[in-house]
Structure formats: C-alpha cells, structure tokens
C-alpha cells in the first residue's frame, strides 16, 4: 500500500514537473517575440569592472545617462577618473574606486567602502578582462596565470562581495561579459576561450544554486554577454574575411544593446543579437568537425600578439 502511494505521488510529481516545464517553455518562446519592457533603474547602485576603457566605460555613461548611481571600477586610475569626470559632466552620479580585481582582499575591501560611502549595490557588471593572443605553446604561465585571474576568478572575488546584500533584500541583478569565444573555440586564443566558456558556466551554475536554495522565489537575475568583435583595441589583431557583412561592433553600440538586454531581464545575448542562431545553430545542430569547417571558412578571429 505504501509503495503504491509513493507511485502515485511520484507520477503526479511528474505530471505537475512536465506541465510546469510545457509552460515555461512557452513562456520563454513568447519573450523571444514579445520581450519584456525595458526595467527603471533609477537610483540603483550599479558597480562596473573595468570602467575606465572600452565597453565598462560605455556602459558607465549610459547607466549614468538612466539615472543609476554608478560605481567605476579600474586598475588604471586615468582612464576611470576620465569616466566618472564625463558622467557627472552629463548630470549623472557616479564614484571611483581603484582596484585590482583579481586580488580578493581587495575586493572586499572594495564591497565595504561602497557599502559605507555610496550604499547597497543591485547591479554588478563584471566587465574587466584581458585578451592576449598566441598559439598555445606560446602562452607563458604568467599570462595564462593572469588571464584566468582577470577574466574569470575576479568574477568570483565580485560575486562573494556582492551578492550577500542582493540576496538579503532579495533583489538585483548580475551581468557578466563571455564573449563569442565562450561560444565556439578560437585560434590563438585556447586560455581566453577557457575563460570566457568558464564564465557561462558560473552564472548558469549561480543562477540554478539561488533558484534551488530559494525554492524558484529568488528575484535576482542575470544577464550573460557574448560579444563578437568589438572595436575597443582588446581585439589588437582581428582576422575578418567578410569585413562587409561581419564588421567589428562599435563600443557604444554593444554597450545600448547590452544594457538593453540587461533591463529586459534577457539571460543570454549574442552582440549583435542575430548572432544567436548561428551559434545555436553551429553548436548543437551539426557535428563538431562540421562546424569546423564552416568556420574556417568564415575565417573571422585574431592573429597573434604580445
Ligand atoms: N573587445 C572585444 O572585441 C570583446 C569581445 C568579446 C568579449 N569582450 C569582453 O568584454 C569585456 C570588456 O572588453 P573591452 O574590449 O571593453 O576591454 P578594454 O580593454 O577596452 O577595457 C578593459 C578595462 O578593464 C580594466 N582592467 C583590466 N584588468 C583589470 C583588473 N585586474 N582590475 C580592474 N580593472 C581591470 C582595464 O584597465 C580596462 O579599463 C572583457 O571582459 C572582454 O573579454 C570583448
């Protein structure tokens, strides 16, 4: 009798997991045509690594220009001063903070002053990264060292200093930068690509955790950014074969389309978006070997550099 029951309940389980499931899945495919409206983030402490160049700093204007309290974060104090100077030329709120974001001392050090001096922080954007390019055997141990620190345990260092006050109210949102080398393997770049896959799987692997701790009531939510090239110099040789149809991306349009996605609660985007399928597409439809050589034939990536 009792193991009858216990089929029971685990058949209804079932049943109940599968509709849940149907619906989610519709859900999804509906946002994918009808996304959400776009989130206020008025006011909302917003902390980006890697302000001071590229797309940290491009982000750091807009998120400014939308009225979020904007927290810059660099190792290289000119170029962050030059962001936080430009923001509040612009009207916006904004406060610099030198740090090195691969060293976890000081990040939570970092986390306490920020607390202190501007408040709780809802948004983090680990934006900070390094990109050098060599064939592996040519990759020395300290760059290999420092790209895994940068790219992805300074992800981690962020995370842990951050997230204990997101998850106390409940609420915020996390956005890291992988890459389109997060999504398909690159020449020259075997570290890098380690990284930027190794970020997907933190915030997927993050995401899941506050979701089964928190029996599905988690609000805190994230957003997971795998540009193409973009020209910011991060990319110091870029390879393109297509140059017409596969142009590098400019920094302030990846960054509209990031904080885009971000305030619609988008979990994984491709910049510039249509790039999505064909990742899809060559990643999970045709055989590796396939998709090898698709892609050497559209020949898009970057030579080697010091
Ligand atoms: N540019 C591209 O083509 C491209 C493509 C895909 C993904 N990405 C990723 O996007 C992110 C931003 O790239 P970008 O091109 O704007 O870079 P960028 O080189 O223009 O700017 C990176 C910023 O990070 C800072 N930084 C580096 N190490 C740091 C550290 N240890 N602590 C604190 N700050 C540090 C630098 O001082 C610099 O201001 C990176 O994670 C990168 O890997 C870039």
Redo the contacts with the bound molecule.
Sequence with gaps: MADAIEVITLVLELIWTLIRVHFENIRCIYRVFVPNEPKDIRGEITII????????REMALRFGKLGAVVVC????PK?NEETVKIIKDNGGKAHRYE????DRAAVFNLAEKVKKEVGEVSILVN?????PSQPILQWTEPKIKSTID??LT?NLWMIQAFLPSMKERNHGHIVA?????GLIGFKNLVPYCGT?FAVRGVMQALENELYEESNGKSKIKFTTI?????N????KNPRIRFKDQMKMVE?GDAADQIIDAMRRDINEVTVPSNLHYSTRFFGYLIAPSAARIMNSFVDAGVEAHD
Aim: proline share 5%; aromatic share 2%.
């Design positions: 690594t890697g302000a001071g160049h590229g797309m940290g974060v660099d190792i290289n170029g740090c090195d974001v691969t934006n900070a990264g390094i990109m940068v790219n300074a930068m992988s890459s389109m080398a930027k795998c540009p193409y090239m973009v910011t110099g991060l990319c920094p």
